[in-house]
C-alpha cells in the first residue's frame, strides 16, 4: 500500500532543523536548498565537513552550531531532519521529535521517518515531487532528471497567461471553474487524429 500524502511545504517560512554536517546532511541540504532556496534551516553538528560548508554558504538563511545533537535544538522548529552517523543519537533524534509533535526526517532511514524527501521538479511556478514510497531513491532521481529534461521552462509561460486569463474572469466559481476547464481542455485531450 502507498499512504504517503504530498503537501508543498514553505519552507522560507518554517524553521528546519538538520542535524549533521557529513555527505548525507550535505545531500539532504543541497536538495533542499535547490528547491528552497531561502529555507530556515539551522544545522547542528558535531564537525562539518568541508563539502558541507561549501553548500550551506550559499543560503544566509542557513545558521551552523557547532555542538552535539541536544534537545534544546528542538525549541521552535517545525520540522527536523536527523543525518548523523550515529543510530542511538538519529533514534534520540526522533523520539524526541516525536514526543513534541514534531515531523522528523532520519534521513535514508524510512522506518524512522514521518516523512519522506523526495525528487523534485522546479520550472517556474511548476513544481513536481516525485517519491517511490521509499522503494528507489535511485528511480526518483532519475525520473527527476528526466522530467526536468523533457518539460520545457516555457511551462511557466503557460501558467502565467492561464493566471492573467483568471484574473480577468468575471462571474461566480461556477463560471470561472468552466472556463478554465474549457481553455485548459487541449493539455489533456488526446488526439484523434490517429
Ligand atoms: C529522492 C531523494 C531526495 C533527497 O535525498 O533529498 C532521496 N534519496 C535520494 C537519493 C539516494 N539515496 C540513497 C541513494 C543510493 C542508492 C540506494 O541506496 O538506493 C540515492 C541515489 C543517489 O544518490 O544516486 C540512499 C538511501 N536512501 C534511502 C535509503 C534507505 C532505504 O532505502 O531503505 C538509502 C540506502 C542507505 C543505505 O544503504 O544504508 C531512503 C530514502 N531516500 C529518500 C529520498 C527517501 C525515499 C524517497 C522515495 O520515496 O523515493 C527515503 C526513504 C528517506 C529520506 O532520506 O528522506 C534523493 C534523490 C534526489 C535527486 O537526485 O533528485
Ligand atoms: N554517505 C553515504 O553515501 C551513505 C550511504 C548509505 C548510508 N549512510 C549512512 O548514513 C549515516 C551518515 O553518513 P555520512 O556519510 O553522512 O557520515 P559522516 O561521517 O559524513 O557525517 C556524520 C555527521 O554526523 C555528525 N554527528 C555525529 N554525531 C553527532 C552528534 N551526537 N551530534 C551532532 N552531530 C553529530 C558528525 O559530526 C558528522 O558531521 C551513516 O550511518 C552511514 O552509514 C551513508
Request: aromatic letters at 8%; proline letters at 3%; a negative charge.
Amino acid at each position: 500500500m502507498n499512504h504517503l500524502y504530498p503537501i508543498f511545504l514553505k519552507v522560507h517560512e518554517l524553521n528546519v532543523l538538520l542535524v549533521g554536517g557529513g555527505f548525507v546532511a550535505t545531500e539532504k541540504l543541497e536538495f533542499l536548498l535547490k528547491s528552497s532556496p531561502e529555507a530556515q534551516v539551522t544545522v547542528v553538528s558535531k564537525e562539518f565537513r568541508p563539502e558541507f560548508l561549501e553548500v550551506a554558504a550559499k543560503a544566509d538563511t542557513v545558521t551552523l552550531i557547532e555542538d552535539l545533537y541536544h534537545e534544546k535544538y528542538l525549541g521552535g522548529k517545525h520540522l527536523v531532519i536527523g543525518a548523523t552517523d550515529n543510530k542511538a543519537v538519529n533514534r534520540q533524534i526522533r523520539d524526541e521529535a516525536k514526543e513534541r509533535f514534531l515531523l522528523v526526517n532520519i534521513a535514508d532511514t524510512p522506518e524512522l521517518c514521518d516523512f519522506y524527501l523526495g525528487g523534485i521538479v522546479t520550472k517556474g511556478n511548476l513544481k513536481i515531487a516525485i517519491s517511490t514510497n521509499g522503494k528507489s531513491p535511485t528511480t526518483a532521481k532519475r525520473l527527476r532528471q528526466l522530467l526536468e529534461e523533457v518539460l520545457p521552462e516555457e511551462i511557466d509561460d503557460l501558467l502565467l497567461n492561464l493566471n492573467a486569463y483568471r484574473e480577468t474572469l468575471k462571474g461566480d466559481f461556477e463560471f470561472k471553474v468552466k472556463a478554465m476547464n474549457e481553455i485548459t481542455e487541449g493539455l489533456v485531450r488526446k488526439d484523434t487524429r490517429n
